[in-house]
């Protein structure tokens, strides 16, 4: 490789990589300026002198847009490109430009144009160029007026496009960060003189939407110095893009929600990087190949505004030879890669608000640049109507506001999504639900629920616009309100937890207010005193648990009888009585006349114990069906005795457990197993006895609900006392199949529910099984041909139980 130029440095040392590799966290802009810096030893210098400047349109079809719209160009622009250098520039410089088609591809020497920028004529000053197909980079350069550097660029060009592209790409993206850093200093600098708690509150704000780095440490600092320690080493503030290779690492502290939110630029023909780049890019040995005695090369990033491109240097170019060379990097030439914007924090947001933020994360660029334009909030209304409301991207809000107030008399749900223009293509960006407040009352989300003094009690309100509930506050008796804290649960329900430990019995009145009404809502519920007391604490002969009734038994934490010590189960309520279980679950049994109950508040109570026979136990003996109605159609059977078709009434025998004996008003508990249904099947009516060993029960299915399904259990009920649970019986839900139509090579049931059916085959093994689908809607289903005409199928509620079409007739 040929030395490089003398006016630039050369290529670093082993030690001085070997420290650069030591410090990762040198992020793009750095990288660029040490790339190119002056002598080894200096640190990498910063760029921040300004260069001449560009102006540059480009247009695509019909469309004309200056280039800090642009976010990428695309084959077929056409692209206006002038130098804007000052009136009395004594230095003549040739603009340059060429595209690049990837890295193993040495561009033809026509992709190298060139313009005189001193000429008069535009047509002489002016490049005005088409991107070519199969173009995947574009650099600019310009260049001191010098015989033969015509030739120089083309050969430096065409001779290692890849170097080229490498750094195209890399001066690409460091501008797009330096664009991200420069919007967060000039937005503390705006505010370093404000008052300090504003400053705590826009800082995070902007290190959050343009993902920087954020000391918070600065915050603590007297406010004349708050600014400075935020901006001090500007070019380890950008953190690093996971998206893009242009990075050397994430800072280290850096929040990691931070990393993963950040905009990507997808550079042509790169792809997409590993995570991180481990090492630091030695571009300056990138340049140093092209070196020569008469030209050198000075990188820029390109900083947009409108149309105009304005270059910083981090060296003085040389007019001296070797001379200087500025190299710009223009966008990527490549489809449009628009950011994947999501709506960050609640998803329901209050159209009310006062200087609404459509929150969103995702693309720092959205708001250090002007790649997103004509962004609106498209909302539809409850009537399918669509509104376009304008919105502006703001840094320090991180989001989305309103450039122009809502219209009025929205109120309810409204659905909105953003949309605009990425550069020349259209944007789509995430959906978004508004809530207006309308006349719907605020209630309690059980009817029923109750409050009790003495204690914190959990609300759950619901109600219109969730998201507009700003304040909830409690009026106890003749006392005044006090604020009450609250959680939102989705679109139209709010929890809190009223502070009632000191209050008295009465009515506890709940105002609740929201942004868009002018008075709040009220909400009165009734508060009652506790009856805390153990009525009785009952143990069971052999027996590890005792069940005690009583009031306020949420209050027990533990109890002891004998050596055995207890623990409270979960709790029970029957009316106004408690029933709470507590067991030994190690050491011994409970055995002793007397409990020792340990309250939450410290006190304890003492309790004689009750003492009672067994727990009634028994075993299934027996159990026949029979229906509740004439089938019609065609019947369902099974040779299988553990289903419960829902059409049907099961009648039960129960056998005692050995040394017990059934007593007449002994009833059964029937319940799902999950335990979301139950009925008890009372003694002497549903329950009577056939011997005192025996007793038989009657179940009609649908007295559990319309909805139940799947396994059932049952225990003996002796008063407060219940035995074990044992398995019952399967409750199966039967479609209704009212013919089934066959010619020589198809057959259909005709029915209704038959989405109840999960597998139908012509034979009972179930071979060949056709699966109907979840959810089957239709009144007719393609079945397999049975040989005796009658097939067999499996129900959803019983797939492991094989049903036959018992009777009717089949036509054709």
């Known amino acids: 490789m040929p030395p490089a130029p003398r006016s630039f440095a050369s290529c670093p040392s082993a030690a001085h990589r070997s420290a650069l590799r030591r410090r990762p966290w040198r992020l793009a802009l750095s990288v660029a300026a040490l790339a190119f810096a002056g002598p080894v030893a200096a640190d990498p210098a910063p760029f921040d002198l300004p260069g001449p400047g560009l102006r540059i349109l480009v247009t695509r079809g019909k469309a004309t847009l200056p280039i800090a719209q642009v976010p990428n160009l695309a084959t077929g622009d056409r692209l206006t490109i002038e130098a804007d250098l000052p009136q009395d520039q004594r230095a003549h410089y040739l603009l340059f430009s060429a595209f690049l088609s990837g890295a193993t591809n040495p561009p033809p020497k026509s992709w190298v144009q060139s313009a005189e920028t001193w000429k008069q004529k535009n047509k002489d000053r002016r490049l005005t160029l088409t991107v070519p197909d199969g173009a995947r980079q574009m ?60 400053l705590r509150t826009l800082a995070p704000a902007l290190a959050s939407s343009l993902a920087i780095k954020l000391n918070p440490d600065c915050l603590a600092r007297v406010i004349e110095l708050q600014a400075a320690c935020l901006l001090e080493n500007r070019d380890a503030l950008v953190l ?17 929600d931070l990393a993963l939110q950040l905009s990507y630029t997808r550079e042509a023909g790169l792809g997409y990087y590993s995570p991180y780049i481990g090492v630091i890019r030695d571009i300056a040995r990138v340049f140093g190949a092209f070196g020569n005695p008469q030209f050198g090369y000075l990188p820029t990033l390109a900083l947009r505004d409108g149309d105009h491109l304005s270059l910083l240097l981090n060296a003085a170019p040389s007019f001296a030879k070797p001379k200087s060379v500025l190299v710009a990097a223009m966008p990527a030439i ?3 890669n628009p950011p994947r914007l999501r709506v960050t924090g609640e998803q329901a947001l209050c159209g009310a608000r006062p200087g609404l933020v459509l929150p969103v994360e995702g693309a720092p660029l959205i708001y250090s640049t002007d ?33 122009q107030p809502l219209p009025g008399g929205l109120s309810g749900k409204v659905t909105g999504r953003l949309r605009g223009l990425w550069g020349f293509d259209p944007y789509e960006g995430p959906a978004f639900t508004l809530q207006f407040p309308d006349d719907g009352a605020w209630r309690t989300a059980d009817a029923a629920q109750s409050l009790v003094v003495g204690r914190d009690n959990p609300v759950t309100l619901t109600g219109p616009a969730a998201a507009c509930v700003t304040a909830v506050s409690m009026r106890t008796g003749q006392g005044d309100a006090q604020p009450v804290a609250f959680t939102r649960r989705g679109g139209d329900a709010i929890t809190l937890t009223l502070p009632l430990k000191g209050a008295r019995a009465g009515d506890v009145t709940l105002d609740v207010q929201q942004m868009g009404r002018p008075t709040p809502q009220t909400v009165t519920m009734r508060a009652f005193a506790p009856a ?9 002969q052999g027996d590890r648990s005792v069940t005690l009734t009583g009031q306020r038994l949420d209050e027990i934490a533990g109890l002891r009888i004998g050596e055995a010590r207890l623990t409270p189960g979960a709790l029970t309520r ?79 025998a129960l056998r005692a457990a050995p040394g017990q004996r059934f007593m007449p008003t002994d009833g059964v508990e029937v319940a799902t197993a999950d335990g979301a249904a139950t009925l008890i099947l009372d003694g002497g009516r549903d329950v009577r006895l056939s011997s005192p060993d025996v007793a038989v029960a009657t179940l009609d299915p649908a007295r559990l609900g319309p909805a139940v399904f799947g396994a059932l259990r049952y225990r003996v009920v002796r008063g407060a006392v219940k035995g074990d649970w044992q398995p019952l019986a399967t409750l199966v839900r039967l479609p ?66 094989v049903f036959t079409l018992a009777s009717g007739t089949a036509g054709s």
């Open 139 to 198: 650099a600019l350069f310009l260049v001191p007026e010098t015989g033969g550097a015509s030739g120089t660029i083309v050969d430096a060009v065409r001779d290692r496009p890849g170097e080229f592209v490498r750094a195209v790409q890399d001066l690409n993206q460091a501008s797009l960060d330096r664009s991200r850093l420069n919007a967060f200093v000039a937005a503390i600098r705006a505010q370093e003189n404000s008052h300090p708690e504003f």
């Open 334 to 336: 490549d489809k449009g």
């Open 574 to 652: 029957d009316g106004d009585t408690d029933h709470l279980v507590a067991t030994a679950a190690d050491g011994p049994a409970p055995d002793g006349n007397n409990a020792r109950i340990q309250l939450t508040d410290g006190r304890s109570l003492s309790i004689p114990v009750t003492s009672a026979p067994p727990r009634p136990a028994a075993s299934l003996a027996s159990r026949s069906l029979s229906p509740r109605s004439a089938t019609q159609g065609l019947a369902l059977a099974t040779r299988d005795e553990t289903g419960l078709p829902d059409d049907s009434r099961l009648t039960f």
């Open 371 to 403: 790649f997103a334009r004509d962004m609106v909030a498209s909302l539809t209304l409850a009537d399918g109507k669509t509104i376009d409301v304008p919105v502006r991207a703001r840094a320090d809000r991180g989001g989305y506001v309103l450039a």
């Open 736 to 801: 209704h199949v009212d013919a089934l139509r066959c010619t020589a090579n198809a057959c259909q049931m005709e029915g209704r529910d038959l989405f109840l059916i999960d597998r139908v085959a012509a034979t009972p093994d179930m071979a060949g099984a056709v699966t109907v689908p979840p959810g089957y809607t239709a009144a007719r289903l393609a079945v397999p041909v049975a040989k005796d005409g009658m097939p067999s199928l499996t129900l959803r509620d019983a797939p492991g139980v």
């Open 240 to 256: 690093a893009d996971i998206h893009s290779s242009s990075m050397t690492d994430t800072l280290i502290g850096a929040p990691t």
């Open 532 to 540: 805390s007391r153990v009525d009785t604490v009952t143990l069971a």
